[in-house]
């Protein structure tokens, strides 16, 4: 089943263009190329913003310092647990000493909150220079 290049935004078919196997799959690269020059020509050009807006919304500068501050503050909680080596949970508090697995579970949510809200940033710092 061959994908439908019409339905991708210019930096996908860019990025298709850049990781596809040139050798395994001639047709889909003229695809993606021809898909390309039509938007040049027509200048028809689909804009990330679309792309985005059926994947995921353009985050504004207030959305990035709210994650920024919510990255600082799993960083805190992190730091405090490995620190003191408890972590509270629902209304609980569990010792790495006493409920190694829970400590560490929790521990590994703050890290991935962390690493979600970081990424995040970083994806929409992106998406607004271009």
């Given at each position: 089943?061959?994908?439908?290049?019409?339905?991708?935004?210019?930096s996908e078919l860019l990025d298709a263009l850049e990781s596809i196997d040139h050798d395994e799959f001639?047709?889909?690269?003229?695809?993606?190329?021809?898909?390309?020059?039509?938007?040049?020509?027509?200048?028809?050009?689909?804009?990330?913003?679309e792309a985005l807006s059926s994947k995921e919304k353009k985050l504004g500068t207030g959305g990035q310092v709210l994650?920024?501050?919510?990255?600082?503050?799993?960083?805190?909680?992190?730091?405090?647990?490995?620190?003191?080596?408890?972590?509270?949970?629902?209304?609980?508090?569990?010792?790495?000493?006493?409920s190694p697995f829970i400590f560490l579970s929790v521990l590994a949510a703050y890290i991935f909150a962390i690493v979600v809200c970081v990424s995040r940033v970083i994806k929409a710092r992106r998406i607004s220079k271009q």
């Amino acid at each position: 089943m061959e994908p439908d290049y019409s339905k991708y935004a210019t930096s996908e078919l860019l990025d298709a263009l850049e990781s596809i196997d040139h050798d395994e799959f001639p047709e889909r690269v003229k695809l993606i190329k021809s898909q390309l020059e039509r938007r040049k020509v027509n200048n028809d050009l689909v804009e990330d913003d679309e792309a985005l807006s059926s994947k995921e919304k353009k985050l504004g500068t207030g959305g990035q310092v709210l994650l920024i501050i919510a990255a600082l503050f799993f960083v805190w909680l992190s730091l405090d647990a490995v620190n003191t080596g408890t972590v509270s949970l629902r209304g609980s508090t569990y010792r790495y000493e006493t409920s190694p697995f829970i400590f560490l579970s929790v521990l590994a949510a703050y890290i991935f909150a962390i690493v979600v809200c970081v990424s995040r940033v970083i994806k929409a710092r992106r998406i607004s220079k271009q």
